[in-house]
């Protein structure tokens, strides 16, 4: 479904069955997003005696624990969350699904300590 929208005096079209992902794909090996230092997730198969939930591993079906820290290892939005002393959500903040947007990649900087920073410098070129 192809939709033109006008925001503030500009046309956009939009293909909405042929979205743009810009998510960071989830994966449990060594090449997988660790932010902070968090460990890497774990896909581990469930097992309940001689039972176990991989095909691969003489299993009836596929059926698996994952531990994962959302905003280590993945594609995360900031919310109040991070810093309220309340459990919130972005589901409950985030209530708009469509925005103008542009996307841009900014690559850290890599400091003598190893640690890699998004400067000041940085965000002036963008």
Not at 26 to 39: I, T
Not at 95 to 123: C, H, M, Y
């Amino acid at each position: 479904m192809v939709a033109t929208i006008l925001h503030r005096g500009k046309e956009f079209r939009v293909d909405f069955f042929k979205p743009i992902d810009i998510s960071m794909p989830l994966h449990a090996d060594a090449d997988c997003a660790s932010a902070w230092y968090v460990k890497p997730m774990s896909i581990e198969p469930v097992r309940m005696g001689d039972w176990v939930g991989d095909v691969n591993q003489g299993g009836s079906v596929n059926f698996r624990d994952i531990k994962f820290n959302p905003h280590g290892n993945g594609t995360h939005t900031e919310c109040v969350g991070h810093i309220s002393k309340e459990f919130v959500t972005i589901n409950k903040c985030l209530t708009r699904f469509l925005f103008i947007a542009e996307v841009i990649t900014i690559l850290p900087e890599e400091l003598e300590n190893g640690d890699r920073v998004i400067s000041k410098k940085e965000l002036k070129c963008v």
